[in-house]
């Protein structure tokens, strides 16, 4: 890291002082560089800054902040997607317990419609989607974790066929050290990673097929039993962009 490099990253950390991982985006964005956060902090250190409690002010808050820098950003990225330049992937993970919502229905008077509990250990769905509802997927019994994210990340590469950038928010296994030091390495194969800005999974295209599985398409034998309900899962992911289709206006 150079000198000038050096007094960007002091001028960022005095801009954005909460979180060091927001910073380490910003140096890959920005400044094409991949930094970890031990460095940042023997930076810092050098200028005498640290860690203590702040006092309430009125300055913007870091979300306003990432917003304003952020949107602007986003909103261009879409604008080379229409024009054919870039393609835009939008990557999460659902999961939870494999028991589905509860639903509403209609129900005579006097009557309950009782459904049976569905046991089993808890369902992962990692995705990524295109607004044109193509959809890149994996399933996963038990815990997501970064080493799980970063190889689903280096089969999607195999399959890129122009320039690709991934959406995706902020959670800690998106923004792991082992997750970080693979930027440059994606970066040769044609797609770089986009964080939304904290606490905005509105601008995450994914979350609505997500709401679409869970609310819309769900189907009432579904709820029969852990089989039925994956069986569910896997009809609507392998048909979407088919039978199932969500128009992004």
Not at 154 to 181: G, L, R
Not at 211 to 218: A, G, H, S, T, V
Request: glycine fraction near 4%; charged fraction near 35%; proline fraction near 4%.
């Amino acid at each position: 890291m150079t000198e000038a490099q050096g007094q960007q990253v002091i001028d960022w950390v005095k801009e954005e002082p909460k979180s060091l991982k927001k910073i380490q985006i910003k140096i890959v964005e920005e400044g094409k560089l991949t930094v970890s956060k031990d460095t940042i902090k023997r930076l810092i250190k050098k200028i005498n800054m640290r860690w203590k409690r702040v006092r309430r002010g009125v300055a913007k808050t870091p979300d306003e902040w990432e917003l304003e820098v952020k949107l602007p950003i986003l909103e261009e990225l879409k604008k080379q997607e229409k024009r054919g330049e870039i393609e835009i992937g939008y990557l999460d993970e659902m999961g939870g317990d494999s028991k589905p919502c509860i639903p509403d229905a209609w129900q005579e008077e006097k009557t309950t419609i009782k459904l049976p509990p569905i046991e089993g250990k808890r369902l992962n769905i990692l995705g990524i989607m295109k607004r044109d509802n193509q959809l890149f997927y994996e399933t996963q019994v038990g815990t997501v974790t970064s080493e799980i994210v970063i190889n689903f990340l280096d089969k999607y590469c195999q399959n890129i066929q122009k320039k690709t950038v991934i959406i995706i928010d902020q959670a800690s296994i998106h923004t792991s050290e082992a997750f970080m030091e693979k930027l440059e390495e994606w970066e040769k194969k044609n797609l770089k990673i986009f964080w939304l800005p904290t606490y905005s999974p509105h601008l995450n295209l994914i979350e609505i097929l997500w709401r679409f599985l869970k609310y819309e398409w769900i189907e009432f034998s579904a709820y029969k039993d852990r089989k039925s309900l994956l069986a569910y899962v896997k009809k609507v992911l392998d048909n979407f962009g088919g039978e199932y289709v969500i128009n992004f206006a």
